[in-house]
């Protein structure tokens, strides 16, 4: 992993992000209580789930997102896709160039930010058709848009900032 614009234990740790998240965001002294009212979900039907597999699933999932995440909040990793992703087969100016620039920008502040716009332009976005055509409120759409775009601007950060 040397020479990499990116350090994998802040993927590993941006995984648990999600659910750190979840847990605050949609507690019933948070989001939890409207939350369920707007999906008609009940405490019966909740503790029917399997939540051994939704917590499984869950890291798994956001462990995929995490790992794609760096894409989105690092500047430095379009070098690493100019060199077709394997940093031992590059020319020596990739080195050079990380060198010169593999800490530019690279701060929990900024990847908050990229976090934050990846946010506003993915997670809205995609939470708002989805619930548009399930016919959902704008308080079902808010509520769940809100808990990414506060997960991608945690995970931004961790992602961004841990080099």
């Known amino acids: 992993m040397e020479n990499m614009p990116f350090n994998f234990y802040a993927i590993i740790a941006a995984t648990f992000v999600t ?5 605050v965001w949609y507690s019933p002294k948070v989001f939890g209580t409207i939350w369920m009212k707007e999906t008609g979900m009940t405490e019966e039907k ?18 995929m997102f995490a790992f794609i995440f760096p894409s989105l909040v690092i500047h430095q990793m379009g070098a690493l896709g100019m060199v077709g992703g394997d940093p031992t087969l590059a020319k ?17 502040k900024h990847g908050a ?3 934050f716009i990846s946010g506003l332009f993915i997670a809205l976005p995609i939470t708002a058709i989805n619930g548009l ?12 848009a809100g808990y990414w775009i506060i997960s991608m601007i945690i995970m931004g950060a961790i992602i961004c900032g841990w080099k």
Not at 19 to 23: D, M, S
Not at 46 to 54: D, R, Y
């Open 19 to 23: 659910l750190i998240v979840g847990f």
């Open 46 to 63: 909740a503790k029917q789930s399997n939540m051994f597999k939704v917590f499984v699933l869950t890291i798994i999932y956001s462990f």
């Open 92 to 108: 020596p100016s990739y080195i050079a160039f990380l060198n010169d620039y593999g800490d530019a920008f690279r701060t929990f």
């Open 113 to 115: 930010l990229h976090g």
């Open 133 to 144: 055509f399930e016919q959902k409120s704008w308080k079902y759409i808010l509520i769940n």
